[in-house]
């Protein structure tokens, strides 16, 4: 199984990006979906989950400007973020909690990350 993001690139303060991760391989089934994001120099953080029925939740960092979506059928997660601003600038991880064809119990897998820069 492998993740695979895109959509990181270097945006001004105000724009807006879509981040998406697609997983592929032996995929039986994906339960939580998430993105995190990490800055130089700083711990990892949680941006947003959806879960298996949309259930989506949200760091208070986000504020609104965010939207996590999911698409079963094409086992990707996206991640809608608008009104960016330079403190935004991370690189971006995506990571999903399934199971594999054949495997009874589901597990963790990350995506490679991908940047996102804010700046003018």
């Known amino acids: 199984v492998q993740l695979v993001e895109s959509g990181g690139g270097l945006v001004q303060p105000g724009g807006s990006l879509r981040l998406s991760c697609a997983a592929s391989?032996?995929?039986?089934?994906?339960?939580?979906m998430r993105w995190y994001r990490q800055a130089p120099g700083k711990p990892r953080d949680l941006v947003a989950d959806?879960?298996?029925?949309?259930?989506?939740n949200y760091a208070d960092f986000v504020n609104g400007r965010f939207i996590i979506s999911r698409d079963n059928a094409k086992k990707t997660v996206y991640l809608q973020m608008n009104s960016l601003k330079p403190e935004d600038t991370a690189v971006y991880f995506c990571?999903?909690?399934?199971?594999?064809?054949?495997?009874?119990?589901?597990?963790?897998?990350w995506g490679q990350g991908t940047k996102v820069t804010v700046s003018s």
């Open positions: 391989g032996s995929v039986f089934s994906i339960n939580t």
């Open positions: 990571n999903m909690y399934l199971r594999e064809i054949g495997i009874r119990r589901p597990k963790d897998y």
């Open positions: 959806i879960s298996s029925d949309f259930t989506t």
